[in-house]
Nanobody, 124 residues
Framework: QVQLVESGGGLVQAGGSLRLSCAASGRPFNRYAMGWFRQVPGKERDFVAAITWNRGWMYYADSVKGRFSITKGNAENTVNLQMSSLKPEDTAVYYC?????????????????WGQGTQVTVSS
């Protein structure tokens, strides 16, 4: 079994920054990518960013391009999401995810493993 644990959420004012981290543990797995999604109550869980594990290709939702940055962490099996110039509309529960197969990283059903989520609240 693979576990993903997020950390780093919290409350921040608009224009501020936060850094989310995700650590994968459990049985070794040959992941294709790790990424972040977010969800607000009553809405779908939306793609935010992803990074392919071997080549380091990065993908971003249009709404966060230029403001968020996804990187592999210094610790093994970790991924970070640096969020800057935060807006109230970035408020959501942020979920870490990992997938084994290649393909459309924007497609939520293709991601096999999920963390429990961490709340990010941006006040205006």
């Amino acid at each position: 079994q693979v576990q993903l644990v997020e950390s780093g959420g919290g409350l921040v004012q608009a224009g501020g920054s936060l850094r989310l981290s995700c650590a994968a543990s459990g049985r070794p797995f040959n992941r294709y990518a790790m990424g972040w999604f977010r969800q607000v109550p009553g809405k779908e869980r939306d793609f935010v960013a992803a990074i392919t594990w071997n080549r380091g290709w990065m993908y971003y939702a249009d709404s966060v391009k230029g403001r968020f940055s996804i990187t592999k962490g210094n610790a093994e099996n970790t991924v970070n999401l640096q969020m800057s110039s935060l807006k109230p509309e970035d408020t959501a529960v942020y979920y870490c995810a990992a997938r084994l197969g290649s393909g459309d990283v924007y497609s939520r059903p293709a991601w096999e493993y999920w963390g429990q989520g961490t709340q990010v609240t941006v006040s205006s």
